[in-house]
């Protein structure tokens, strides 16, 4: 597959390093089932024009993917995705995703700017995650015989 699969855009004012923003970006095609096993990631040459970034900057990112088991490089013919992050849910025609794309309208049209609607989304991760974590331990705690029997013995 061509190496157009993936544009990488590095936003120099957000603090975060250009080599992680290529491996988030790369992660996330690969969660949203963008970048598939098999397919080509860009060159070197091709994300240096494309962003003006240096291209050991490029070449640690891509080392640092291959480290991981998310690609790996063939020298003369490029660097292939070899592990996929997809899941249920995350295609770009998966109900989940027109929902979300929907949400996202309604946030933008409310006159949300991108980093309130980030903010809003991950609120409402922590949220759910800090509840799902309470249950769990409730659940725990209910299961426990030890819990069961200190419970007898108060009653």
Do not use: C
């Amino acid at each position: 597959m061509e190496g157009d699969v993936v544009e990488y855009r590095i936003d120099r004012q957000s603090g975060i390093p250009a080599y992680v923003q290529i491996v988030r970006q790369t992660e996330q095609a690969l969660r949203m089932g963008v970048l598939r096993v098999g397919d080509r990631l860009p060159t070197a040459k091709e994300v240096v024009a494309a962003t003006a970034i240096n291209p050991n900057t490029v070449f640690r990112a891509y080392r640092d993917m291959e480290q991981a088991g998310l690609v790996r490089s063939r020298r003369g013919l490029g660097t292939f995705v070899t592990r996929s992050l997809a899941r249920p849910g995350a295609e770009d025609d998966s109900p989940l995703r027109a929902g979300l794309a929907e949400w996202v309208a309604r946030a933008r049209s409310a006159g949300l700017e991108r980093d309130d609607v980030l903010a809003l989304v991950t609120a409402a991760l922590d949220e759910h995650d800090t509840q799902h974590e309470r249950h769990e331990r409730h659940e725990r705690h209910e299961n426990d015989p030890g819990d069961r029997e200190r419970n007898q013995e108060d009653a």
